[in-house]
């Protein structure tokens, strides 16, 4: 037993040390040319320029924080959401323990049918709230967020998800980057993942979110490139979310919408992994599925229907977001395209070899995702709980998760999407608002 | 001796006197055709002193007096509302004619024979009496609902016009004395209206308003919310408008039909004041009278109800309040009449007189506190009654007899019972009642009891005289 499966890693080490570079590249170009670039060279960014950088303007961080506590700006603090009496206090008190305490809390109920005003009405009596607004009919998110917009009147806005826990000092990290660089428009907080502990589905998402926001924001965030802040934790210039782009469009998708919408207006777009939240991810396949099915509709929605005319040459043309867009759809909606390719290569041009090169691909993804995951840890630094170190042992499932399971969902979210709009239909948005979306193509 | 049908209260002692009446002066009311007369008119052109004499009245310390049906001219009852609804009648009176009509006659006639017309007035001074007054008054006129009247000219708001004039002081002690009534089921009440009235003066003139939570200035207004479908744009109809048309300030598209375009998901208020803008405005309220401002929660709410006498309360009215226990104990003991028991006391003397080799006995208990019980424990003071005739139950056989004498001593006939075994039960029943006492009122009762042997010479007449 023990000695046929030496012989079978024998066997495979051996095929991949004596392939040439030209055998090398036929049989894992998707990973060589596009997946180790994308995902284990550029991260490297992060401990060789990143880090650095941020050790060397560590002074001009402090300065800025002393520049924070002097002028004490008013952050307005906007929570939409429907149904969500259940997070409301925790969320609530979660805020009033915030290092950063010159806050105006302002929940906006979207047309909840359960006990949301009751907790809402009682966190008002008892001050731990500043506003509560009621929406008797439900708008939508966009809608919910643009009515706590009115009431808000602080300089910054911050836009939070109600199940979220935040940092004790997740205020103050996120409103940091605007004190250091007034060009900085939106700043995303860190969203890591809460219920880790639920199932093995949440547990790979928390590796996921540890890489791709984490890590993959930070390095976007570097380069200029960044297209998306997160909605669950997301800072804004209020004069500019007000009253130059007059809050937020119609989603699903409004939050990398409307950072696209400040990308356009010039203003840089800043992620901040030390300002750090903790969410409520899905806990089975079937519900990640249909959240991320939404996510990636939204990308064709917006990116390759709405905001087509950053691709285009134009006046307004620029060329960073003209990247930033392309290296979206490319790596989304193109890249998805070429696994499909690759995979039909292997398993009808080069079935003789299947195992072996499937075999070999998921070791090389495998190495990928430790290294990023090395990378995440040396990011994430004193923000890091215990928890979050032994998810190395899940590490192993990543290749599965990454590789099949998220590149399934997306292709039937695109193919949906691009054949049937699917995300007109999404409920997410109450029908009044995704007809008029539909019928106008927005 | 002919009685005077009616006396004339005037302040013009050369008022004409229409036939059959007599003139008296409003501070002669003790005078026996004062007493004696069907009923009082009040005559004047001064609505003042025609309050006045309506007070002294109602204020009379005699049934016969307070409670008379009192007769208003239709010259003054015109010129005061509250007055026309405080008194009974109101007549056309000329200075010849007798005057009430038939079916006022047969209304004074109705109110002078109830029986609480033609009850002792009780000695006890305060608010009981009040109480009490107050009972018989209604209990007189039980045909009419007390309804509470409406007007800007009093503090509180409401009037109950011809209960008012028992209570020579204007406060809330009115108010105090129905609900105190009403909740010992006296009185009952049919709603009518809910009022604020101020809490530091009891007005019921109260200017609410709604108020900027931030700079606490009135000077506020709403507008409606509007959510525009196609890009999501919230904001106050007014940032909307653009001459006559609604205009998205986002996306500059007209908005033409409300649920299809558009909808108003709720309401935002701004302070013209400080420009605070916020969802629900502070509400609060200034008192007219002392310009207090006050917080509408902070107020007292009433509930005004127009009130009626209640069985129970027509039996106080009539008895006082000891007879309510008579009843309960008739309800849970077997009570015996008076007369009833004299003659089987009479039995049971005549059998020992002939025996000789038995002995009864006779236990007077003299229950003292109840009524004072009662005004203290209101709705629950029926349980305590109960309670306590369980705690005679609980010490009487079958064979003994039992009645009431006086409103609130007891007789018991103990028979095949020696004095030495009657003065146990007694001092066990005088225990148990003690006990009942103060784990309601936490204290001690002052009930007292003697026993008496039944020998041949027993005259029980002679031993309960004067008791009731």
């Known amino acids: 037993m023990l000695w046929d499966v030496f012989s079978t890693v024998q066997d495979f080490t051996h095929f991949f040390l004596y392939l040439d570079a ?226 937020w469009d119609v989603g699903p998708g409004l939050d990398g919408d409307i950072t696209l919408k400040f990308r356009n207006l010039g203003w840089k777009i800043f992620h901040e992994p030390r300002a750090v ?47 930033t867009v392309f290296e979206n759809l490319f790596s989304n909606i193109f890249l998805n395209i ?35 995951y ?22 192993p499932l990543m290749p599965f998760y990454i590789g099949f399971y998220l590149r399934v969902v997306r292709t039937y979210a695109y193919m949906s999407e691009f054949i049937c709009k699917s995300s007109y239909n999404d409920t997410w948005n109450p029908w009044k608002v995704s007809s008029i979306a539909k019928k106008e193509g927005l | 001796m002919a009685v005077t049908p009616f006396v004339l209260l005037s302040y013009n002692a050369e008022k004409i006197i229409p036939d059959g009446g007599r003139y008296l002066s409003p501070s002669a009311l003790d005078d026996q055709d004062a007493m004696e007369s069907y009923f009082f008119v009040i005559d004047g052109d001064d609505v003042q002193q025609a309050k006045q004499i309506l007070v002294n009245i109602r204020n009379h310390l005699h049934t016969k007096i307070y409670l008379k049906p009192v007769v208003l001219g239709v010259g003054v009852a015109q010129k005061d509302r509250l007055l026309h609804a405080s008194v009974d009648l109101i007549s056309h009176m000329d200075e010849t ?21 033609h009850q002792k007035e009780t000695s006890i001074l305060g608010a009981q009496q009040i109480s009490l007054r107050i009972l018989r008054f209604m209990s007189s006129r039980q045909h009419i609902e007390q309804e509470p009247i409406g007007s800007p000219n009093i503090l509180t708001g409401y009037s109950y016009p011809m209960l008012e004039v ?67 744009h ?55 009278n002392c310009s207090r401002r006050t917080n509408p929660e902070n107020q007292v709410q009433r509930v005004i109800y127009a009130y009626r006498i209640t069985a129970l309360g027509q ?65 629950r003071g029926v349980s305590f009654y109960k309670d306590i005739a369980a705690a005679f139950v609980a010490e009487l056989r079958t064979s003994d007899a039992m009645t009431i004498v006086g409103r609130s001593k007891v007789t018991i006939l103990l028979t095949e019972t020696d004095t030495v075994g009657a003065e146990i039960v007694m001092q066990r029943m005088i225990l148990r009642v003690d006990c009942i006492f103060y784990a309601v009122l936490s204290v001690s009762s002052s009930v007292t009891g003697r026993v008496m042997a039944m020998d041949h010479d027993f005259d029980l007449k002679k031993e309960t005289h004067g008791l009731g």
């Open chain 1, 374 to 395: 090395i990378i995440a840890l040396c990011l994430q630094g004193d923000t890091l709980r215990l928890k979050d170190y032994a998810l190395v042992f899940f590490l």
């Open chain 2, 97 to 117: 004619a007798f005057p009430l009509s038939h079916e006022q006659e047969e209304m004074v006639n109705a109110i002078r024979s109830n029986k609480a017309f």
């Open chain 2, 166 to 232: 028992f209570f020579p002081n204007i406060d809330s002690s009115i108010w105090d004395m129905l609900e105190s009534l009403k909740n010992q089921h006296l009185i009952e009440g049919r709603f009518m209206s809910k009022a604020y009235h101020c809490t530091h003066c009891e007005c019921a003139f109260l200017d609410f308003m709604e108020t900027c939570p931030d700079c606490s200035s009135p000077n506020i207004e709403s507008d409606d919310m509007l959510h525009h479908f196609r890009c999501g």
């Open chain 1, 22 to 247: 030209d055998r090398i590249l036929h049989y894992f170009w998707m990973f060589l040319i596009f997946d180790l670039p994308r995902y284990v060279l550029l991260d490297l960014l992060v401990i060789f320029i990143y880090l650095p950088l941020k050790y060397i303007h560590r002074h001009r961080d402090h300065r800025a924080r002393q520049q924070l506590f002097k002028e004490r700006p008013l952050v307005s603090i906007i929570v939409p959401g429907k149904n969500e009496g259940k997070h409301l206090t925790k969320l609530a008190m979660s805020l009033r323990q915030q290092t950063y305490s010159k806050l105006e809390i302002i929940i906006v109920d979207d047309g909840s049918d359960d006990d949301t005003p009751v907790v809402g009405r009682r966190l008002k009596q008892q001050g731990l709230i500043d506003y509560f607004i009621r929406n008797e009919e439900r708008g939508g998110k966009a809608s919910a967020a643009n009515t706590g917009l009115i009431y808000a009147k602080g300089r910054f806005i911050v836009h939070l998800d109600a199940d979220l826990h935040l940092n004790n000092n997740a205020i103050e990290r996120v409103i940091l980057p605007f004190m250091i660089d007034e060009r900085i428009g939106m700043v995303g907080g860190d969203v890591r993942v809460r219920n880790a502990d639920d199932s093995l589905t949440a547990r790979v998402q928390a590796i996921e979110y540890m890489k791709g926001i984490s890590v993959g924001r930070s390095v976007a965030s570097m380069v200029g490139m960044l297209r998306i802040v997160s909605g669950a934790f997301g800072a804004f210039r209020a004069d500019v979310l007000r009253d130059e782009l007059k809050g």
């Open chain 1, 277 to 323: 939240c903790y969410t409520h991810v899905p806990n089975t396949l079937p519900k990640l599925a249909r959240q991320r099915l939404r996510w990636d509709r939204s990308i064709v929605r917006f990116r390759v229907r709405k905001h087509v005319h950053i691709l285009k040459v134009s006046k307004n043309f620029r060329m960073l977001d003209f990247l």
């Open chain 1, 338 to 372: 070429l696994w499909w390719m690759y995979l039909f290569q292997i398993v009808f041009f080069d079935s003789e070899f299947l195992l072996r090169i499937f075999v070999i691909n998921y070791f090389l993804y495998l190495a990928s995702n430790i290294i990023a």
């Open chain 2, 315 to 379: 039996n106080i009215a009539i008895f006082g309040q000891e007879q309510l226990f008579t009843k309960v104990l008739k309800e849970n003991l077997n009570i015996i009449s008076h007369d009833a028991f004299q003659r089987i006391v009479e039995i049971e003397v005549a059998r020992i007189k002939r025996y000789k080799s038995t002995q009864s006995s006779v236990v007077i208990l003299d229950l003292k506190g109840l009524s004072e019980a009662l005004v203290d424990l209101g709705e």
């Open chain 2, 234 to 288: 919230t904001e106050a109809m007014q940032k909307f408008k653009r001459d006559d048309m609604l205009v998205c300030p986002k996306c500059h598209l007209g908005l033409k039909q409300i649920g299809v375009d558009y909808d108003k998901p709720s309401l935002v208020f701004s302070c013209n004041e400080c420009q605070y803008i916020f969802e629900e405005p502070d509400a609060t309220t200034v008192c007219y």
